[in-house]
T-cell receptor
Framework: GAGVSQTPSNKVTEKGKYVELRCDPI?????LYWYRQSLGQGPEFLIY????????DSGLPNDRFFAVRPEGSVSTLKIQRTERGDSAVYLC????????????FGEGSRLTVL | KQEVTQIPAALSVPEGENLVLNCSFT??????LQWFRQDPGKGLTSLLL?????REQTSGRLNASLDKSSGRSTLYIAASQPGDSATYLC??????????FGQGTRLTINP
């Protein structure tokens, strides 16, 4: 695609529910990142994929958070038993390869946990 | 642990002025540094990427410099316009391949 696409753009859920956020990177980009941004803060790293594998998941806050990229393209961030503190904008980004080139971001998925 | 700081947190200037945004980082072992722009409720748009071997990059009215040894970068915006109003973020990439972001500078250009 022309850019990084994220769906849904907005998600409102209740505490304790399960949520999936989807990221469709730029075609051909092998590196994919998930970030989380709280109001007034810079984005915080969650996880980085190179191809299908998670090369670095050190930013995932706890085991309620999980992400997959089974075919090396689309990625899904999964959050179990959501908590109010999970409310944030979840940003996805991609770039052509390992440490090459600019990082391109999607518009984000705004998650609100009531 | 790498820490990135941006000063000032907010800046308001009249249209037409030249201005400088500052970014500092604690660990100079970086691959590159990238400046982004973020409009309210939107994702990040890449402005400039400076490789660790470079000293500066220019794009139109924007010029970014990098001094790795002192852990500093600046973003210079010439002849500012109201459309430049946004939050500007800098981020550094290290060996772990992840970007570490500053908190951003919220810029307002007054007509």
């Amino acid at each position: 695609g022309a850019g990084v696409s994220q769906t849904p753009s907005n998600k409102v859920t209740e505490k304790g529910k399960y949520v999936e956020l989807r990221c469709d990177p730029i075609s051909g980009h092998t590196a994919l990142y998930w970030y989380r941004q709280s109001l007034g803060q810079g984005p915080e790293f969650l996880i980085y994929f190179q191809g299908t594998g998670a090369a670095d998941d050190s930013g995932l806050p706890n085991d309620r958070f999980f992400a997959v990229r089974p075919e090396g393209s689309v990625s899904t961030l999964k959050i179990q038993r959501t908590e109010r503190g999970d409310s944030a904008v979840y940003l996805c980004a991609s770039r052509p390869g390992h440490n090459t080139g600019e990082l391109f971001f999607g518009e984000g998925s705004r998650l609100t946990v009531l | 642990k790498q820490e990135v700081t941006q000063i000032p947190a907010a800046l308001s200037v009249p249209e037409g002025e030249n201005l400088v945004l500052n970014c500092s980082f604690t660990d100079s072992a970086i691959y590159n540094l990238q400046w982004f722009r973020q409009d309210p409720g939107k994702g990040l748009t890449s402005l400039l990427l400076i490789q660790s071997s470079q000293r500066e990059q220019t794009s139109g009215r924007l010029n970014a410099s990098l001094d790795k040894s002192s852990g500093r970068s600046t973003l210079y915006i010439a002849a500012s316009q109201p459309g430049d109003s946004a939050t500007y973020l800098c981020a550094v990439v290290q060996g772990a391949q992840k970007l570490v972001f500053g908190q951003g500078t919220r810029l307002t250009i007054n007509p």
